[in-house]
């Protein structure tokens, strides 16, 4: 059975902190590895992963894919409380179109 | 559009009531899938249209549960005689293509069935 596993589920940070979310998977057809911030209520887009140690970045935000170990990290540097959301890790498959099988997501709190 | 667009953003629903959930994709986009993400949970796939056809729908949890995209642009979920277990917010995502692109999602529409 695919399994999609974050941890965390969920992280309370002061403003200024580092953290690591992390996301394990074990899928069949593995084809890529995207990461969603969930604020209310829509995803939005962050990065998506396709290739082993090739680290993407933005702003304050990076994440990098080891597809032999089966995980990939997000990290946020310099947290800020705008950056309170739960963080969604989804994989697709190569034989089941562009579905995405999202784990259950970590609950990020950053506090002033 | 500009994004994904749901409504309605809010559906309170009496048990055994019937719902229509409306998703307008982004102009073009050729793949649109709806989710149902219950609370707490991350999102749980329900059905994939590629343009107007269905290619998935085995996520869609029983017969009560339908979706249309009958000109491979606006899609409805219907759910016929709601029950509790249907509350949940129900997220529409679309993408340019088939292949592997990232997904834009609405801002979901929340059902609560009382």
């Known amino acids: 059975e695919d399994k999609v596993v974050q941890s965390p589920l969920s992280l309370v940070v002061h403003e200024g902190d580092t953290v690591t979310l992390n996301c394990s998977y074990e899928?069949?057809?593995?084809?890529?590895l995207l990461w969603y911030k969930q604020e209310k209520k829509a995803p939005t887009f962050l990065f998506m992963l396709?290739?082993?140690?090739i680290e993407k970045k933005s702003g304050r935000l990076s994440s990098i894919l080891d597809k032999k170990e089966l995980f990939s990290i997000l990290n946020i540097t310099a947290t800020q409380t705008g950056d309170s959301a739960i963080y969604l890790c989804?994989?697709?498959?190569?034989?089941?179109?562009?579905?995405?099988?999202f784990g259950t997501g970590t609950s990020l709190t950053v506090i002033p | 559009g500009a994004g994904v667009s749901q409504s309605p953003r809010y559906k309170v629903a009496k048990r055994g009531q019937d719902v229509a959930l409306r998703c307008d994709p982004i102009?073009?986009?050729?793949?649109l899938f709806w989710y149902q993400q219950a609370l707490g949970q991350g999102p749980e796939f329900l059905t994939y249209?590629?343009?107007?056809?269905?290619?998935?729908k085995s996520g869609l949890p029983s017969d009560r549960f339908f979706a249309e995209r009958p000109e491979g642009s606006v899609s409805t979920l219907k759910i016929q005689r709601t029950q509790q277990e249907d509350s949940a917010v129900y997220l529409c995502?679309?993408?340019?293509?088939?292949?592997?692109?990232?997904?834009?999602f609405g801002q979901g529409t929340r059902l609560t069935v009382v």
């Open positions: 995502a679309s993408s340019r293509g088939t292949g592997n692109t990232e997904a834009f």
């Open positions: 899928v069949t057809n593995f084809r890529s």
């Open positions: 396709t290739s082993s140690g």
């Open positions: 989804a994989v697709t498959k190569s034989n089941t179109g562009n579905q995405f099988y």
């Open positions: 102009s073009g986009h050729v793949s």
């Open positions: 249209f590629q343009n107007e056809a269905q290619l998935d």
